[in-house]
C-alpha cells in the first residue's frame, strides 16, 4: 500500500498532506502488478519481478508513506455500494472492512488497526503473493 501526494486536483488539496492518494502493488510469481486508480481510469502495470529492496528504493526515492501487509481473499460484508475511489479500490483489494474509511489518510490509519506494519522509512508494500 503506498500513499502519497499527487497534484492534479484543487479538491485534493483538503486531503492531508502525504495522504492525497493512494495505490498498491501485488507480488505475483511472475512480477508486480501495480494497481493505481486515477480519477479517469484505474491503471493495471505488471512490471518485472524486481527484489522487493529495489522497489523499496524506488519509492523512497519518491517520498512515498507505505504499509506492508496481507490481503484477505474473501472478505465477509465488504460493500459493493460504495464510491469508486483510490481507497474504495484498494479496500476491495486488500479486503478490508471499513465503511467509514472515505479518506486515504483513514485507510492508513484502519490498515495500522488491522495489523499492516507501517516502515519507520517510507516503503512498498507486498500485498499478496497468491498465483495470478
Not at 522497489?55 to 504499509?67: K, N
Request: positive net charge; charged residues 20%.
Amino acid at each position: 500500500m503506498v500513499f502519497e501526494d499527487r497534484a492534479g486536483s484543487p479538491l485534493l488539496a483538503c486531503l492531508r498532506p502525504g495522504f492525497r492518494h493512494c495505490f498498491c502493488l501485488l507480488a505475483r510469481p511472475c512480477g508486480w502488478i501495480v494497481c493505481d486508480p486515477l480519477k479517469s481510469e484505474i491503471r493495471l502495470e505488471a512490471i518485472a519481478p524486481y527484489e522487493e529492496g529495489e522497489l523499496l528504493a524506488h519509492y523512497r526515492s519518491l517520498g512515498a508513506i507505505a504499509l506492508a501487509g496481507d490481503c484477505k481473499s474473501n472478505p465477509d460484508g465488504v460493500s459493493l455500494c460504495a464510491p469508486l475511489t483510490c481507497v474504495s479500490l484498494v479496500k476491495r483489494l486488500v479486503g478490508l472492512r471499513a465503511p467509514g474509511v472515505w479518506t486515504p489518510y483513514q485507510l492508513y490509519r484502519a490498515l495500522l488497526r488491522h495489523g499492516f506494519a507501517a516502515a519507520a522509512r517510507p516503503t512498498v508494500a507486498v500485498i499478496d503473493k497468491g498465483p495470478i
